[in-house]
Structures are given as structure tokens and as C-alpha cells.
């Protein structure tokens, strides 16, 4: 049996749509682009992607924070240069005891540290904490569970750049 914890996650959720409705009588119609003259090269721009949550990694840049909705398992993994609602820090498996939210904390304080270079007490940022729980009864693992550490700018604002030191 898998079940998911969900930590605390705090920010503001913003909605991204995009796409465009398509008639059945609408006739697709094909472009040329001809490349640029100047030989200067420019890196392509990444694309917003869907992934579950369960699969962050350090270095993800959410376009917002995971939902609330323990039923919604998706995010939107945006290219860390462009406006992002957070960013997640750390992946560290934990064991699952009484103290669940002592561990996770103290674990993401300390991996905010390594990944950031401050204190995640200096005031820019605010922290909060993700866990993927693979509990299974049958099996004897004792790190069943993923605490995927997640900060955000202070007040919500939105981030532009990784806070990877």
C-alpha cells in the first residue's frame, strides 16, 4: 500500500493555460521560418513540463507550489530563469516515526544551508516540505519515506534564478 503525507506547503498557486481551441472546419496552414542571419547563437528556450511531484528533484522550479489537493499529483517544472513560485532543494530519505515533522524540518534546514549557502533563517526565503510515504507493511525498509524540501521567496514573491549557491 502507498500512501502520500503531505508536509507544509505555503505560496500563492497560479494558474497557467495555454493552447488554442481548434474548429473542425479549420484548415492547418504550414509556415516557413528561415534561420537568423547573425551568426550570434542563442540557448533554446526550456519548456514548461508536467510532472509529478513525487518525482522533484533538486534544481526544480515550480511555475507553483504543489497543491494542497492530495489528489493532484501534478506540478508544472518551469526553466529556473523564468518567473517560478519555488524551487525544490532537496530529496532525503527519512524514517517514519513520531517525530515526522522534527525530521523533515531539521532535514531541509540543513540541506537549505548546503544548497543555498545561508541560513534558512536569513529571511529571504521561506522553507516548506513535501513527504512521498512508500509505507509497506511486508518489507523492511527503514527509510520508507521521501521528505522533498521546497523554498519559496518571502511573501510569496515570485523568483526569478536558481538559489542554488
Known sequence: MRSRAWGMAVGVAVVVAAGCGRDADTTPTVTTIRPPTSTKTTAPVAQARAVKWVDLEAGDCLADPPPADPAVVQVTVVDCGQPH??????????????ALDDVATRECATGFQHYT??????GAYTTSYLIDSEQDRTSDNPFPSTVICLLQGADSQLLTGSARR
Not at 117 to 122: F, P, S, V
Open 85 to 98: 513560485l519555488a524551487e525544490a532543494y532537496l530529496r532525503v530519505p527519512i524514517p517514519v516515526n513520531a
Open 117 to 122: 549557502g545561508a541560513a534558512a533563517t536569513a
